[in-house]
């Protein structure tokens, strides 16, 4: 199968920025994968993402090097206009990325821009209001809504694009840990309903085992890890890189350091705890 | 701070008024307004604000435009006040003033019952040009947003021990500085986050661009037009031709 | 010492009271952390703290004074409050000046703001900027830059709204130690957050805020048992709490952190093996 997003020997440097911001990017991202990017603050998470959706060359300028190819075609050569069809994208603030006095005007905003007819309208808001579980706040004003709330609009908006990827950059920041948990669920809903692609740069790993299959993690403008969740989660030196190991991880990495063998790896605590229930009462 | 504002923001509610056409509502607050320039007389201005207030009762509207008169009140007593002084009998200086309010709460009310997106949608049926509309839209869905920034911000300088209101006349105006700077930066990063925002939903994808919402005459908007325009006329007749 | 009694209050433009009946006491050399779901009144309670809000009814004393009788500037030299958002704060033409601001608001002498600025960006290692423009830093050095102008003036209570966000790892570790100094100094610590792994490893007191009012106030390992209050203030438990409730035959209490829980295992292990 060809990748859906592929970088090939990729650099950018912005305008102003004296050294480059994205150094020899390769990567591959494949249709239906759920993907975590972590890195350090400013290694440039925010600077790649903005290349899937054409943001970058075409909002920012600067130096580019390398080629971006998205569903088989070069962003850079694509308008973002026509690419927001294939690339739906949800940013940290909620507040301003809803531009309409209401939730239904707001869904319907990208589909009018490119010229979808009005049945057609209808039902993809239909469609979206039903996914994301949003019917109640259809007749609301931004200001009538909570920032959980406000997300899950965003969402729907892209969603009516009907993209084949979706780009979340640190969407659940400002909400509380059940709020957060929730909005990372209905992702996963996305994911497996629909077999969209996620891209999500997000610092509260804890929220995301069982739901990201891969992780990518950036430094300095470049990519140092890559592979399936489960096994980059182990790498010794995550928290360098500025990641948050979640602790049931972090202890099972100290364990196996101190010479303990378990006879797996569990990435939530329900899971580990039943390993060491089995563990500690096989040797009774 | 935010209660100035109350009398011209518009809040949703349930009422046989909002569910006008929204270009009914503006000829109807239009036709207010004219009349309220043209009228002389205390019996034409009882008859036009008698009319506004029944209109405000029905658009359940009545408690915030009288907010809004009890806020330009000042302005009001200025008015009366100077034309006073500049030597106009008492007389023609309450018919000003009469002016003056009838004029403002004319225009309130369809501020007060016609939200933005009907407003947007009113521009659109005069064939504005939409990046115009857009501008104006985003503009006033802002307001709350930048005025929330504003206090934000005024909390955070003063939690640094600036008091805005104290020294000297020049002291007082510099004071401010600590408050703007972070206001306009904090304008151009959300003016900066908004447009990537559009961008990402295809805005300016092409010229031919659909419109979901529509604007459609109804029987009672038809109703509520003809009633209108009657009453214009009689009211004009009954100034010029049976001067009452 | 803060003290908060029957506290009611209700933004002007709001018909219901968005704090309600708050009784909290908060003396000096404590953490507090103040969690509870989006739009539960945390930051207009804090806010109550250096008397930017003044309640409608009850009343709120720093060291023994009604906000309501004291200027705000006079309440924040002892309490000092650092907001979410840096650049709603950031105004100065180099990092060093922004840092001065407030001393001088203060009216420190001149010798004494010199001293004091040095030191705050030399602990948060900002000191190679201080000719620099402040909004050229990274979210991160802003962060720590809101912070230093804070702890400049050195003021009794410290208080935090949401300081880990957008943070990475290596700056919440800056960011706890500085915590941990300032205890040790006999400060208080009061932290509005959602990081809940981060509210673990600090162990505070914690006070549990729905819908306007206090639900739960008491030491964090109380309060993680009590599912039913952090359910209902959009609290998860920390992995460890979670871990506890799994296997609580077999641990003495909830790991506080990851060094103990590894020795906690390694005894078990061994006892099992
Ligand atoms: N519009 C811009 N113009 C110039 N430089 C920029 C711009 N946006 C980001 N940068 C710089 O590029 C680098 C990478 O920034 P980016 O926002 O991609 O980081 P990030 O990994 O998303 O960080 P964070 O976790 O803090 O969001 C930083 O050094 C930043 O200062
Ligand atoms: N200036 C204001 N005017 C009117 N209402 C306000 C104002 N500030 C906050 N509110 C409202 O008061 C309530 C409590 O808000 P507050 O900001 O204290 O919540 P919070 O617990 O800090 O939430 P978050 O976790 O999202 O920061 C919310 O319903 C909010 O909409
Ligand atoms: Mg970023
Ligand atoms: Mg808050």
Redesign the pocket.
Request: aromatic share 6%; with cysteine; net charge negative.
């Given at each position: 199968m060809t990748p859906l997003i592929k970088f090939i020997d990729f650099n950018f440097s912005?305008?102003?920025?004296p050294t480059p911001?994205l150094k020899n990017i390769n990567l591959e991202i494949k249709e239906g994968e759920f993907v975590l990017l972590v890195?350090?603050?400013?290694?440039?998470?925010?600077?790649?993402l903005?290349c899937i959706n054409g943001l970058i060359p075409h909002l920012?300028s600067?130096v580019y090097k390398g080629k971006v190819i998205v569903d088989g075609e070069q962003v850079s050569e694509k308008n973002i206009s026509t690419l927001a069809t294939k690339v739906g994208f949800v940013f940290q603030n909620p507040e301003n990325q809803i531009f309409m006095f209401t939730v239904e005007k707001d869904i319907v905003f990208g589909l009018e821009n490119i010229g979808v007819d009005k049945e057609e309208i209808g039902r993809r808001l239909e469609w979206a209001l039903k996914i994301l579980n949003i019917e109640h706040l259809r007749y609301r004003a931004p200001y009538e809504l909570s920032d959980g709330q406000k997300q899950r609009v965003a969402i729907a908006g892209t969603l009516v694009m009907h993209p084949k990827i979706l780009i979340l950059?640190?969407p659940t920041s400002l909400l509380d840990p059940k709020t957060a948990y929730e909005f990372i669920s209905t992702l996963k809903e996305l994911n497996r309903s629909i077999g969209i692609t996620i891209i999500v740069?997000e610092?509260r790993i804890d929220l995301l085992p069982k739901v990201a299959d891969r992780m990518i993690v950036?430094d300095g403008?470049q990519i140092v890890f890559d592979g399936p969740f489960k096994d980059i989660i182990k790498e010794k030196n995550l928290h360098l890189y500025g990641v948050t190991v979640p602790p049931i991880i972090s202890l099972q990495n100290t364990l196996s350091e101190s010479g303990v063998n378990l006879p797996g790896y569990s990435l939530d605590v329900r899971s580990f705890s039943e390993m060491i229930k089995k563990e500690v009462f096989r040797n009774d | 701070m935010f209660w100035i504002a109350e009398g011209l923001i518009y809040r949703r509610q349930d009422s046989v008024f909002h569910t006008i056409d929204p270009r009914i509502k503006l000829l109807i607050s239009m036709m207010l307004f004219f009349l309220s320039l043209v009228s002389s007389t205390i019996v034409e201005f009882s008859i036009i604000l008698v009319l506004i207030f029944f209109i405000g009762a029905l658009s359940k509207t009545l408690k915030r435009m009288v907010r809004t008169f009890v806020f330009s009140l000042s302005f009001l007593a200025m008015i009366f006040v100077i034309n006073i002084l500049v030597g106009y009998d008492i007389m023609f200086s309450i018919i000003i003033s009469l002016r003056f309010i009838s004029v403002v709460s004319s225009t309130s009310i369809f501020f007060l019952t016609s939200s933005p997106d009907e407003l947007e949608l009113v521009m659109k049926s005069f064939y504005l040009p939409y990046d115009l509309i857009f501008a104006f839209v985003t503009a006033v869905r802002f307001v709350p947003v930048i005025m929330l920034d504003a206090i934000q911000i005024l909390d955070s300088q003063r939690s640094r021990g600036l008091e805005i209101e104290k020294g000297n006349f020049i002291k007082r105006i510099k004071n401010y500085i600590p408050v703007l700077i972070p206001l306009i930066v904090q304008a151009i990063i959300r003016s900066e986050e908004l447009a990537e925002a559009m961008e990402s939903r295809a805005y300016g994808f092409s010229k031919k661009k659909t419109s979901y919402y529509s604007l459609h005459l109804r029987k009672r908007d038809y109703f509520a037009a003809t009633v209108a325009i009657c009453f214009m006329i009689v009211f004009i007749y009954a100034i010029y031709f049976l001067h009452i | 010492m803060i003290e908060v009694k029957q506290l009611y209050f209700k933004y002007p433009t709001m018909k219901d009271y968005v704090l309600k009946n708050i009784n909290i006491k908060i003396e000096l050399g404590q953490i507090v952390a103040i969690m509870g779901s989006n739009g539960s009144g945390k930051t207009t309670l804090i806010k109550h703290f250096n008397g930017l809000l003044k309640p409608n009814e009850g009343y709120v004393k720093v060291f023994g004074k009604d906000t309501q009788d004291e200027s705000v500037a006079a309440l924040s030299r002892k309490v000092g409050l650092v907001f979410q958002n840096p650049d709603h704060q950031i105004f100065s033409d180099t990092v060093w000046n922004e840092v001065t601001f407030a001393l001088k608001n203060f009216g420190f002498e001149e010798e004494v703001i010199k001293k004091r600025v040095k030191w705050a960006l030399e602990f948060f290692n900002l000191i190679q900027y201080k000719d620099t423009s402040p909004l050229l830093l990274?979210?991160?050095e802003k962060k720590r830059l809101c912070l230093a102008s804070i702890l400049a003036w050195d003021p009794d209570y410290i208080v935090l709204d949401e300081p880990t966000v957008?943070q990475?790892f290596l700056q919440k570790e800056k960011l706890r130690e500085v915590i941990k100094m300032l205890i040790t100094r006999n400060k208080t610590v009061i932290i509005v957050s959602h990081d809940i792994e981060f509210i673990w490893l600090l162990q505070p007191r914690i006070i549990l805020l729905s819908n306007g009012e206090v639900v739960k106030d008491d030491v964090c390992a109380n309060v993680f048992k009590d599912d039913a209050s952090i359910d209902k203030c959009g609290v998860i438990k920390p992995q460890f709490v979670e871990l506890f409730d799994h296997l609580a035959p077999l641990l003495p209490h909830p790991p506080l952190d990851v060094l103990e829980a590894r020795s906690t295992f390694l005894k078990l292990m061994k006892k099992g093996g």
């Open positions: 912005y305008l102003d920025s911001i890195g350090p603050s400013g290694c440039g998470k925010s600077t790649l903005r920012y600067g950059d640190e740069v610092h950036m403008g | - | 990274s979210g991160g957008g990475d």
